[in-house]
């Protein structure tokens, strides 16, 4: 008798962790609105919002050990577990005693595709049914970015997409300056905080940082006159960097944090002190990185100015488009407390135009 060939029509290709990738996005960077429709109702009333969301966070109470998917913190250090299912009768595998202990009675709940069948012990105002068309869209536009990011993880020198170009704001007198130079450089790594509720959109460019894209980190001086950002030496100096691995979440690492954290980490249990912890979103880069690939004599990048007058007239005959579109993504990280702001090829090209201009006078 003939072995018949392995058909693929009824293997499991998309697994459960890209269902969990689409929860995760959304609960970070979903404004309050469209968060109420994944959740079910009551659970972010009365204005809060999310501060922190743990994956896979380990539930050990009354002796009984569960991982539940998303462990969510909110701002008035409330929290609850979400549970992600394709459909509500897999959650049968974790049964009743899990549900009680972790979900029921406002403790949680599960997101679903499929409400499939009624369990006698889960309460029905403790489940969320997504619309799988926004699962299969969502898939659609994510699914060269998983894939490429999944290859990146086991091949080496695999080039994923076309290089993106990110700048991120060093400020001094907010310590990010200080922080790159004495831990980040030592360290090959970079990470940012939650943004705040009305930057919540750059945690969407955080997710995007991949193995092989370039980091500009810019600092300069305190800003005295916001019109003319453009011309005057605020911005004075970049540090250029090629990622080494791509976005990461690490709610263990110490690089970044304060001592009073560090002391609280050994004290404290997971769910507290991860609530407390500042930084949470990583890429790791090569430091120094190979200068002479952009023409560079040097590894810090000095920013030139201009008089007010000689800008204006640069600016006139447009020669300084790609430039002020370099700035402008430079002040959007900013004011997007040091978030990552994606700029252009040609802008940061213009960028080191602007430095081999000033290196020649």
């Known amino acids: 008798m003939v072995k018949r060939s392995r058909s693929f029509e009824n293997k499991n290709l998309l697994k459960e962790n890209t269902f969990q990738r689409y929860v995760y996005e959304q609960l970070s960077y979903s404004n309050v609105d469209l968060l109420r429709e994944l959740f079910p109702t009551g659970y972010l009333d009365n204005g809060k919002n999310i501060k922190v969301i743990i994956p896979e966070f380990p539930l050990q109470e009354n002796h009984i050990n569960h991982i539940t998917d998303f462990k969510v913190i909110l701002s008035d250090g409330s929290s609850f577990n979400i549970e992600v299912e394709w459909s509500v009768s897999k959650f049968k595998s974790h049964g009743k005693e899990v549900y009680n202990q972790y979900y029921a009675n406002g403790k949680g709940f599960i997101i679903t595709l499929d409400n499939d069948i009624s369990l006698d012990y889960i309460n029905p105002d403790s489940v969320s049914v997504i619309d799988p068309e926004k699962l299969s869209y969502w898939f659609l536009h994510r699914a060269k970015h998983i894939v490429d990011s999944t290859i990146s993880n086991h091949v080496t020198d695999y080039n994923s997409r076309t290089k993106k170009y990110?700048?991120?704001y060093l400020s001094k007198s907010g310590g990010s300056y200080k922080d790159f130079i004495e831990k980040g450089k030592k360290h090959k790594k970079w990470a940012f905080r939650y943004p705040s509720v009305s930057k919540?959109?750059?945690?969407?460019?955080?997710?995007e940082i991949m193995s092989g894209d370039i980091v500009i980190f810019i600092t300069g001086k305190y800003i005295l006159n916001r019109k003319f950002v453009h011309g005057k030496s605020f911005f004075t100096s970049g540090k250029i960097v090629e990622v080494k691995n791509g976005y990461y979440c690490d709610f263990d690492d110490e690089t970044f944090e304060k001592e009073e954290w560090k002391r609280l980490k050994d004290t404290l249990p997971k769910a507290r002190y991860v609530s407390k912890k500042e930084y949470m979103h990583y890429f790791d880069f090569k430091y120094p990185f190979k200068r002479e690939e952009f023409g560079l004599s040097e590894d810090e990048v000095r920013i030139p100015s201009y008089c007010k007058e000689e800008y204006t007239k640069m600016n006139r005959l447009g020669l300084l488009k790609e430039w002020n579109g370099f700035i402008d993504g430079v002040m959007e990280s900013l004011?997007?407390?040091?978030?990552?702001?994606?700029v252009s090829v040609d802008q940061f090209n213009a960028f080191l135009s602007q430095y081999r201009l000033s290196e020649s006078e």
Request: net charge positive; charged share 15%; hydrophobic share 40%.
């Open 200 to 207: 919540k959109y750059l945690m969407k460019n955080i997710f």
């Open 335 to 342: 004011n997007g407390s040091g978030g990552p702001v994606e």
């Open 166 to 168: 990110w700048v991120v």
